[in-house]
């Protein structure tokens, strides 16, 4: 069988960037899990005594909390550092970005609308930078219940498809007379989506590795369904079933931001061997 690679995958720069602050940071914990990636997570733990806490309470006074990829509220990092905890910020840039907007915006007089997933952390915190009115939208139908004012900001979440955020942005401008928008949708994005989009549609049969909560991870399984009906969202090489790919030729894979790489060359190497005849 003919295994290949999206020609964008993987690790991206936030990622990249934390993985290396935790690793520099041994003997430390994490504000909530610092990547959507469990493996990742446990590979940490054990090489590098980078712990995982859920709780703001555990941390006192001369610990060190690594602050997630993802951000969080404005109120528990200041809560934070009011308790004098060391804390190693490892926030995307991507991600610092639309908190800085929603608080100047709202210093402004904007409305603040977010096009994303209320209940996800990136979100949370972003939302939390506003100091006015805030609104988390997933579609344009939602957009009809709120209460806005004319002048509306809006921006989106790092990991969300150019397309949706298009038609959120088109609704908002049919009825608003001054809607300032922010792309912040991230690079790496954008071209792990490109990449999946054109491999899926030439695949017998599609692989997108990544953890099951991660959000971009879920946008690329959607568009590789899209475009091949026999696409599978794994965690790793054990999720792989051997009757996925029986009579099939081409296997495209492609990964989310937050895989490493050792867990996709596992499943290239169990693929192998699961084709093998």
């Known amino acids: 069988m003919l295994i290949q690679l999206a020609e964008s995958y993987g690790f991206c720069f936030g990622v ?26 446990e590979r940490l733990k054990r090489d590098f005594n980078v712990a995982l806490s859920e709780n703001l309470d555990n941390f006192k006074v001369g610990d060190t909390a ?26 995307c840039p991507y991600v610092t970005k ?25 979100i949370k915190g972003v939302k939390s930078y506003a100091t006015g009115k805030v609104y988390v939208v997933n579609s344009p139908a939602e ?9 509306v900001a809006v921006v989106a979440q790092t990991t969300r498809r150019i ?49 099951k909560n991660s959000s971009n991870t879920k946008q690329l399984y959607s568009i590789a369904l899209d475009a091949c009906p026999h696409s599978y969202h794994i965690e790793s090489q054990e999720d792989l079933q051997p009757q996925w790919f029986e009579g099939k030729n081409f296997c495209g894979i492609s990964a989310g931001a937050s895989t490493p790489d050792w867990i996709i060359q596992a499943v290239i190497e169990r693929i192998n061997h699961l084709s093998q005849p």
Do not use: W
């Open 16 to 41: 990249k960037r934390a993985i290396k602050i935790a690793e520099e940071n041994k003997n430390s914990a994490t504000y909530g899990p610092l990547i959507h990636n469990a493996n990742e997570i």
């Open 66 to 91: 690594v602050i997630r990829t993802h951000g969080i509220p404005k109120e528990e990092l200041a809560l934070l550092n009011k308790r004098n905890i060391n804390v190693i910020d490892a926030t």
């Open 98 to 122: 639309p908190q800085q907007i929603c608080e100047e915006m709202s210093a402004q007089g904007y409305d603040i609308v977010i096009f994303g997933d209320d209940k996800h952390p990136e």
């Open 143 to 151: 957009i009809d219940a709120l209460t806005l004012r004319e002048r």
């Open 163 to 211: 397309e949706d955020y298009q038609s959120i942005v088109s609704k908002l401008m049919m009825s608003h007379k001054e809607v300032r928008v922010f792309n912040t949708i991230c690079n790496a994005t954008f071209d792990n989506q490109d990449a999946v989009h054109k491999l899926a549609r030439e695949a017998d049969v599609m692989i997108v590795i990544g953890g």
